[in-house]
């Protein structure tokens, strides 16, 4: 498995270098003219390497740069700009070492410096069209391979439910006899904890499936959530979390299941029971923007990079949003002073 993965690693660069080296090695071999240059005074070499360095530097300049930091984040104004100038140096280079420098001191014959300028930028004009049809793939390719992940992804965490649960028609059935009995006790407190997390539970199992859900089941489910916690800690630990949640929730739809990693990550690593912790969480929507604010304390560094490995995780998440809200979410997330803060912008 490893040679298997190592010898994909390299295929394509040696594919690569095979193409490149088979036609410079054609063109030295069976090109007899190149405007003024002539084989039989080997004139012809020098503007055929030097045109081939030039080749190469336009075609993964952009194929591997300007394509993946521009298209991909679909600044489609700025690409063509920077393009047309990158494409319009080479050629003015190109144009202007071959006329000043190989034809002055190899050639024999003269050309004119526009004429020159044509056939590069002609050819140029070939190989920058090649580099975007190399290019545009590879970010097709990259794009599948992500989508086949997180469907991987979520097929697992499926199958690890559904290894792990026990029948929910057992547990429901078994909540609602602990809550009539709580009720019959008159224990309204765990009454109220029992039905809350089968209002969770059943959102979890049945309510959650589909690729989008009413936000305001999501919006409750994280307020339930947010309420339960609360309740199973002490006063004076409650009293230091700050929860605002506001907006008009009707009407709009969002990915099941996609908020709720940052608010489990502030009660998991923001809650401490032997020194004072700090949880902020603001939950604001309006217009068709949900913004999502979290804050809370961390113990240690280490607090930091765990709170990628809690819940289905934040990597997943980010997969998540990566494909089915492409530009159209913006994510930060910092540690400063052991503080942990969050912020989702998500348009719907």
Known sequence: MAKEICYKKYLEPTIHILIWGSFLTLNILFTQTLGPFRKENGSIYYPIVFGAVINVTLFYFNALYLIPHYISKDKYKTYLILIFVFYLSLTMVNSVVDHFCFIAIYSTEKEPFWSGTLTNSISKLFILSLSMGYGFTKIMIRTEKVRQQLIEDKLNAELKILKAQIDPHFLFNTLNMAYASAIKSRDTNTADIVEKLAVLMRYVIYESNGDKVPLEKDINYIENYISLQLQRLATDISCNIKCNIKGN????????????????????????????????????????????????????FKDFKDISNSGIGLDNVKKRLKIIYPNRHKLEIETTNRIYHSRLELEL
């Open 249 to 300: 929730w009707q009407g709009y739809q969002i990915a099941p299941m996609i908020l709720i990693p940052f608010i489990e990550n502030v009660f998991k690593h923001g809650i401490r029971l032997e020194e004072k912790s700090g949880v902020d969480i603001n939950l604001n929507f309006q217009s068709g923007l949900l913004i999502l604010e979290t804050m809370n304390t961390l113990k240690n």
